[in-house]
């Protein structure tokens, strides 16, 4: 079936730098995007959203891009902080509907 | 203002017993929509209620139910319960659900032993 998917479970990157995560879609008529940022024994907290009307959007040291063509959505953060530390989570809203499908989770740690 | 607030925290049942987890949305916000978080299957959306009705079911068993009350707070039911239900429950709340910003509780732990 249609789901939603991340590249990598894991990612580690030094205090300072800018850190990557990616997800794949699959659902051509997705239309809206979020990522969510998961910390340990708390629910997931909204970071940013996009429409497929556009291509890129940027908020307080994120950045979500999406390419329709690939059907792929990356959020990219900035100069990233151990409080970035936590698990990230891309979703779809397909067909305009009520449900998120949510990725399986990326799970950034950041080193000092 | 006050987030979303969802009771209890966590909870052990027994096998074939039945749970009710509750969710109080933000203020203002009508819809509520009820995930389950496990580490095998992730993020799986339940159901979602807008004023008092179910707009839309998840691929969950008859087992699952949920309803929505005046004030927008709603519940979710387990009943029959068994080991795979051992989860994180969460609940969201947004203005009116679909592309709407959801803003998520800390969930209810639910083990089942």
């Known amino acids: 079936g249609e789901s939603v998917g991340l590249h990598l479970p894991t990612l580690s990157v030094q205090e300072g730098d800018n850190s990557i995560i990616n997800c794949a879609y699959s659902?051509?008529?997705?239309?809206?995007f979020i990522w969510y940022k998961q910390e340990s024994g708390k629910g997931p907290q909204f970071i940013i959203d996009?429409?497929?009307?556009?291509d890129k959007r940027q908020g307080q040291r994120v950045t979500v891009l999406l390419n329709k063509t690939v059907k792929h959505l990356s959020l990219q953060i900035a100069a990233t902080q151990p409080g970035d530390s936590a698990v990230y989570f891309c979703?779809?809203?397909?067909?305009?509907?009520?449900?998120?499908?949510f990725g399986k989770g990326t799970s950034l740690l950041v080193t000092p | 203002k006050a987030g979303v607030t969802q009771t209890p925290r966590y909870l052990i049942k027994t096998r074939g017993q039945q749970v009710t987890l509750s969710c109080s949305p933000i203020?203002?916000?009508?819809?509520v929509s009820w995930y389950q978080q496990t580490p095998g299957q992730g993020l799986q959306f339940l159901f979602e209620?807008?004023?008092?009705?179910?707009?839309n079911k998840g691929n969950f068993p008859g087992r699952f139910s949920g309803r929505q009350f005046s004030n927008s707070r709603s519940e979710m039911n387990v009943s029959t319960l068994e080991l795979g239900d051992s989860a994180l429950y969460l609940c969201?709340?947004?203005?009116?659900?679909?592309?709407?910003?959801?803003?998520f509780g800390q969930g209810t732990r639910l083990t089942v032993v």
């Open positions: 969201a709340s947004s203005l009116e659900g679909g592309r709407t910003e959801a803003f």
């Open positions: 659902n051509s008529a997705s239309d809206y």
């Open positions: 996009i429409r497929s009307n556009m």
């Open positions: 979703a779809e809203n397909p067909n305009s509907g009520y449900a998120l499908n």
């Open positions: 203020s203002g916000h009508r819809s």
């Open positions: 209620y807008f004023s008092e009705t179910q707009r």
